[in-house]
């Protein structure tokens, strides 16, 4: 299982290094260290955790940093569920607060080697885009 640093989990969960490292230190997001002394999450911890901080909403909100891609609607993120059947299959990506799901082949999903715990990037086209006033 593929493991991540404090600065690329930070970035997937959308907050800074230092939120993540705070939580890491208050055993809120188990780490392990590389070879080198890096502190390292789990893919499967970063998917969990990924989960449970959408549901319960971000500790540190306004701690934020911002995404940089020249790609709109790309959305960079952790798998945290697949689910196969015989023709089609189910993903579901924790992008920062933002859960995606999408509908896709099995073999797409075969071939992608798509797996909870991974880093993968949904990116979304639609012909109807409706914003609501708040």
């Not at 449970?52 to 945290?80: K, M, Q, W, Y």
């Amino acid at each position: 299982m593929r493991s991540y640093t404090i600065g690329r989990a930070a970035r997937l969960l959308g907050v800074s290094s230092d939120t993540v490292r705070r939580w890491a230190d208050a055993g809120k997001l188990p780490t392990h260290r590389d070879d080198a002394g890096r502190r390292l999450i789990d893919g499967r911890d970063l998917a969990a955790f990924s989960v449970s901080l959408a549901e319960n909403g971000s500790e540190d909100p306004g701690d934020d940093e911002p995404g940089h891609t020249s790609v709109r609607n790309a959305f960079p993120g952790i798998v945290t569920a697949v689910r196969i059947g015989d023709v089609a299959a189910q993903v579901e990506v924790q992008s920062g607060p933002h859960r995606l799901v999408s509908l896709l082949t099995r073999e797409a999903v075969e071939d992608l080697g798509l797996e909870v715990g991974m880093e993968a990037t949904a990116r979304v086209k639609a012909t109807n885009v409706h914003i609501d006033r708040v």
